[in-house]
């Protein structure tokens, strides 16, 4: 018998449905084994610290110099701050770049006044083409302070004007509105020391809402009450100590967050410094960098190290939200299109056939796919064509499988660092990991969608963000 | 369609497992709270009756009652705050008292686990509290780079010349973290290490020497003299580099002809250190040799060359400032930049 328009849609449908279950366990898979690869990873480094003195760095004449680049746009209010805190790092040989990229408030009036700085005649080795420098200030105050005031091209185009003014064997690449605490850099130098192989390092970064920030250093730390900060936490965790940490120990990340990540600054000026032209700048020079470095036989490893952290403020409303998350997913749809080269290519090795695969069809494709299996799932069930015990196990592979993944991280946070100090603030962790699979996860998708589309169209807007601020956190109660 | 059993299946597994973490997660957080509780009292007890008893250590046997009923970790962790904040007699005085409770003889044993992370573990213990040469010399070309690094850590307590010898051969090692920690060894052991070094400087060339160089420049003994002019012909343009930062630290007239002629040195990393080793040494004579590298083709040369005439004092600000009016627009902006810039800078 000839099988009728009916039939076929019937057959697709639960042909679907079937291979996204198929995806997500080859995802869960891929997931337990970075699983087993964070927790292995922690328990080294976890053992190589343990004990371990940092006086020896603090003290040493022969530790490598660092320059912060810290790019800001109207951070009046908050740069005096930041600025102190960037000062007073535990780190014997620093320098501080301030690059203020065409602010519209008084940043730089703020900086003059509060770090004594005097204009001097703006000349500097343009290794990276940017937009033009308009004044180069010098602190009285701070001898190892540099502003620079320049025209607004965006971060990337600030990123690179300070590694035009860097002077450091290593540069610190933060947002200006990041908290890093104060022994975070003595940390994170510990791979180049290791390692001469080395091009990048980064470190864990922290949503600080609703924790206790005095002085520019977190001094409690809180589980935020906000449900979009607090589910935020547990992404970040995730993302953090078991994403990246695992993907160290199999063949190396592709992702240096933006707001704390060290570089070897003449890789970076080799390659070019980063990219204008993509919303995802700080992955793509990661990738690019690690790229050349397979391609001209050089240093290419990227290491993340998941004891320093840096504290930055999250959204806390659905649009500021889902603006960023637009933004990060175009930034990775973007560097995957840029890189397209390296998916299975052999000749670059652990990246080429694990890593750039696993971005492409984990990180990438999984809101598709995701959505896909959502819309598939409820038409089947409606049309009778896959049964209860179906519909739940695909629940149970998708969103089961994330909410254990979420409490495991926290189990990895809690063995190994357990910031959190109250049982109230772990209860509510727990709470965050368990209602993000009822709803907030589904945002996401809708969100990552939206932003492959506009992606399509060719829209690269930054998108505006808004901040509380760290100098009044709401207190809540300790428990 | 798939049967209920599997659904039922997976969601007792999966319950099983959330329901594990979760105890694990709360009770290893109430464990925590209960032990900082604990341990908080114990702590402050101890420490307050090892710091009596380092003031006196007579009267101190006494006191040290507390201190001895404490858990093995926690004493060590008292140990640890405590030894790198001391010195000769009290320090010595704490390393017997570890001697005393087996807690040496307990991280000499870890030295020789075959596990990389207790010798680790020990080898950080017997930094602390001290301990034999017979067991951390081998732990000196142990073949795990973190041991490697933490012996030499413990080795500047040890300024023996077959110590020295051994970590002068470590300044070659494959792994970065155990060239910086045999860097700082020699660092710390200062003046005895003068000799030995000054021997290796002028044996070996080329890139073996980068490493020992660096030491010899923060160490800046007149006796590297020798090996320093040697090195300032060497085939490697950082080698010549780190040569004439090492002149610049010993000073005298040979150095500073020997950095002149490296003014015109083929490679600009050379220039530029040779530049600056003369305006650290404020050799004024130096200053119109000085200008031309003011219009150097290389940013870094010109404007080490600008910081240098700045340093020569005021014969330097001289030529800055006629160089404010020269032809070449590089050579005049830099002296501008130069001129501007703070004096704390």
Same mark, same amino acid.
């Given at each position: ?24 366990? =080859? ?14 990873? =922690? ?30 746009? *109207? /951070? ?18 620093? /320098? ?67 590694? *035009? ?43 600080? *809402? ?36 695992? +993907?160290?120990?199999?063949?190396? *990340? ?61 959204? /806390? ?28 290519? %052999? ?6 056939? +694990? ?13 598709? @796919? ?94 505006? =963000? ?14 | ?69 404490? %858990? ?28 005393? @409770? ?156 020997? +950095? ?39 940013? /870094? ?7 240098? +005439? ?36």
């Amino acid at each position: 018998m000839p099988e009728t328009w009916a039939d076929t849609i019937r057959h697709l449908l639960v042909f679907l449905d079937e291979a996204i279950l198929v995806y997500f366990l =080859m995802v869960n898979s891929f997931y337990a084994l970075i699983l087993i690869a964070a927790a292995w990873e =922690m328990w080294r480094q976890a053992r190589q610290i343990r004990g371990a003195s940092r006086h020896v760095i603090l003290g040493s004449k022969v530790t490598p110099t660092i320059s912060i680049l810290a790019p800001a746009y *109207n /951070e009046a209010t908050t740069i005096t701050e930041s600025v102190r805190s960037l000062l007073t790092l535990y780190y014997p040989n620093l /320098e501080v770049i301030v690059i203020n990229d065409g602010s519209k408030d008084q940043t730089v009036a703020v900086l003059m006044e509060q770090f004594d700085l005097i204009p001097v005649h703006p000349i500097y080795s343009q290794k990276i083409k940017t937009k033009a420098v308009q004044t180069l200030y010098r602190s009285r105050s701070h001898s190892n302070l540099v502003v620079v005031d320049k025209e607004n091209g965006g971060k990337a185009d600030a990123l690179n004007v300070g590694l *035009n003014f860097s002077s450091g064997q290593l540069v610190c690449a933060i947002d200006a509105d990041t908290l890093i605490e104060p022994d975070a850099l003595l940390r994170m130098v510990r791979p180049f020391l290791l390692r001469d192989d080395i091009v990048a390092a980064g470190g864990t970064i922290r949503a600080v *809402n609703d924790s206790v920030a005095r002085g520019g250093r977190v001094v409690e730390v809180r589980a935020p009450q906000n449900i979009f900060a607090g589910i935020q936490v547990v992404e970040y965790l995730r993302a953090f100590l078991f994403g990246r940490l695992g +993907l160290n120990r199999l063949g190396g *990340n592709l992702i240096i967050s933006g707001a704390f990540g060290i570089f070897r600054r003449d890789a970076v000026l080799a390659a070019g410094g980063y990219a204008r032209d993509t919303v995802g700048e700080d992955m793509e020079l990661v990738v690019r960098l690690r790229r050349e470095g397979f391609e001209q036989r050089g240093p290419h490893r990227v290491e993340f190290v998941p004891d320093p952290a840096a504290w930055t403020e999250v959204p /806390e409303s659905r649009q500021v939200l889902s603006r960023q998350r637009d933004r990060w997913h175009r930034g990775l749809v973007d560097v995957m299109w840029r890189h397209r080269r390296l998916f299975f290519n %052999p000749r670059y090795k652990g990246m080429g056939l +694990l890593i750039y695969p696993y971005f492409f069809f984990v990180e990438l494709l999984a809101p598709v @796919m995701e959505s896909l299996g959502l819309i598939g799932l409820v038409v089947g069930l409606l049309a009778g064509l896959i049964n209860l015990p179906f519909a739940i196990l695909f629940f149970l592979v998708a969103y089961g499988y994330g909410l254990l993944l979420s409490a495991f991280t926290l189990l990895l946070e809690e063995l190994s660092f357990h910031r959190h100090e109250s049982i109230k603030d772990r209860l509510t962790l727990l709470g965050w990991a368990l209602l993000e699979n009822l709803g907030y996860r589904h945002l996401s998708v809708i969100w990552r969608l939206r932003s492959m589309i506009k992606y399509l169209r060719g829209r690269t807007e930054w998108g505006a =963000m808004t901040r509380r601020g760290f100098s009044n956190p709401t207190p809540t109660p300790k428990s | 369609m798939l049967p209920e059993e599997l659904a039922t299946w997976v969601l007792c597994v999966e319950c099983a497992i959330l329901a594990s973490i979760v105890i694990v997660f709360l009770g290893h957080g109430l464990w925590l709270q209960r032990y900082k509780k604990w341990s908080h009292p114990l702590l402050t007890q101890a420490r307050e009756a090892l710091t009596l008893a380092l003031e006196d250590p007579t009267r101190g046997r006494q006191l040290l009652e507390t201190f001895r009923t404490l %858990p093995v970790r926690l004493q060590v962790r008292l140990f640890a705050e405590l030894a790198p904040t001391l010195s000769g007699a009290q320090k010595q005085w704490l390393a017997d008292l570890a001697r005393e @409770m087996c807690l040496t003889t307990r991280a000499e044993s870890r030295c020789r686990s075959r596990l990389w992370w207790r010798r680790l573990q020990g080898a950080r213990l017997v930094t602390l509290l001290g301990g034999r040469n017979a067991v951390m010399l081998p732990l000196l070309l142990d073949r795990h780079p973190y041991v490697r690094a933490q012996a030499a850590e413990w080795a500047v307590s040890r300024q023996d010349s077959a110590v020295i010898d051994i970590l002068l051969a470590l300044l070659g090692d494959p792994d970065g973290l155990c060239r910086f920690a045999v860097q700082d060894s020699l660092l710390r052991m200062g003046g005895t290490v003068i000799e030995r070094l000054t021997s290796y400087l002028s044996a070996h060339s080329g890139s073996e020497v980068k490493a020992a160089l660096e030491v010899a420049i923060c160490l800046a003994d007149p006796r590297f003299l020798d090996p320093a002019l040697t090195l300032s012909q060497d085939h490697l343009p950082q080698i010549r580099s780190l040569a004439a930062t090492l002149l610049s630290t010993l000073g005298g007239q040979q150095a500073v002809n020997t +950095l002149t002629t490296l003014l015109d040195d083929p490679a600009p990393s050379v220039r530029a250190a040779a530049a600056q080793a003369l305006g650290k040494l404020s050799h004024w004579p130096a200053a119109p040799m000085l200008v031309p590298l003011l219009r150097d083709q290389v940013w /870094e040369v010109r404007r080490e060359a600008g910081l240098a +005439l700045r340093a020569l004092g005021a014969p330097g600000f001289l030529f800055l400032r006629r160089a404010l009016n020269d032809t070449n627009q590089f050579a005049a902006d830099m002296a501008r930049h130069i001129l501007d810039l703070p004096h704390q800078v």
